[in-house]
DNA sequence: TAAATAAATCTAACAATGTTAGGCAAATTT
DNA sequence: AAATTTGCCTAACATTGTTAGATTTATTTA
């Protein structure tokens, strides 16, 4: 009777095509164009089956998000694995911080605050890249950093990243060059200023 | 016939009176916490009334985020004006724009979209501490520099000062000296960075 | 296999909130 | 004083999150 296996493997595939279905309509809407009877048209059932899969609409957001900081570390620790030099992997992973903001605008949005509700404090798994972070300032650093220090480094470098990221979200975009300027401009004033 | 001017004034007055409860109600409860009804309540007045002063709820919150702008480029242009050194002028401009953030939070989330719909870009209000910091930088900056480059140095500034804002409101803060210490430092070594 | 049970899904509705229609009453004008 | 305009209200509608309860379908039991 491996019927309870069937089953909840389509309990679990239903419970992603809701998350698929949520993520695609912000894709295409932004969050304001998500609501729960968008969901259930999506995956072909009527709004209260969605409730037997999350309690509510938040429980799908907080899901999404955690998916985006799994993503993002992830893509984080590819790069520490495969960049030796401390300095160039620091550089490298808030390079793809940055692009993993334009490539994934919404979610982005949702986990760090950009005009929707944040849910940065409420997931665990944002933790991972934060110490992802943490860990790589710590190798640029000489000698064995103080943690204080080493988080105050980590919110520098994260302080002008998201500005520059919100800004750009929020407003018309400050166009490539512009960004890219003050983006190298900053990140390497940092490298530079605790390398040594 | 000076009943027209005493009808004028207290249509004024009702509007005043609506964009006071509406901010009242923000600071006490947050953004989510503000409806028309609530409004409508505080001003002793059935929601109707609201939507002859106001065509919808937007035109209000767009109404307040005029006011924060003013009142932002108030406080800057009175630091200005009281003092003569460009680079004391700069920080003691940005510690203000800091300050402002967290003696009006709410404001400051509908003015630059932290956690909230935001009107940066939708309020002509919102250029004028623009205009006044692009001025300062570039009283800071030798020569005459190109307008572009001034620009570019102003969103330098901005991203480190409403990226820490940001993560100090979405998170929980993350102590007074760590604070001072990354906005310091930052805007001191963007100053360093351009005054010569 | 048929009855009993459990699970899946639906329809209908409620509550909150933005918004509008239409009516009554007060104030103003003619 | 009659006519009109204005101010304000009640009632309702639409949207959206959410829940209750019925119904149908699937599974288990006898």
Not at 67 to 87: M, W
Not at 141 to 150: I, N, R
Not at 155 to 166: D, M, P, R, T, Y
Not at 173 to 192: P, Q, S, V, Y
Request: hydrophobic share 40%.
């Amino acid at each position: 009777m491996g019927s309870k296996d069937r089953i909840l493997r389509q309990k679990e595939e239903t419970r992603c095509k809701i998350l698929d279905a949520a993520y695609r309509i912000v894709k295409a809407e932004g969050w304001q164009g998500l609501n729960m009877r968008k969901i259930a048209d999506d995956i072909e059932y009527t709004p209260p089956v969605i409730y037997e899969h999350f309690s509510n609409k938040d429980a799908i957001l907080k899901e999404i998000t955690k998916k985006g900081f799994l993503q993002l570390y992830n893509e984080l620790k590819e790069l520490k694995e495969n960049i030796s030099d401390p300095e160039e992997q620091l550089e490298a992973m808030w390079m793809a911080f940055w692009n993993f903001a334009f490539k994934n605008m919404e979610m982005y949005q949702v986990m760090f605050g950009v005009e929707m509700t944040c849910w940065l404090m409420k997931v665990p798994e944002a933790e991972l890249q934060y110490e992802l972070f943490l860990e790589t300032i710590a190798r640029v650093m000489p000698g064995e950093p103080d943690a204080e220090v080493v988080k105050q480094k980590y919110f520098s470098f994260f302080s002008v990243v998201h500005g520059l990221i919100s800004i750009n979200i929020v407003g018309d975009g400050l166009g490539g060059e512009m960004n890219t300027h003050i983006l190298k401009d900053a990140i390497g004033g940092i490298i530079r200023s605790i390398r040594s």
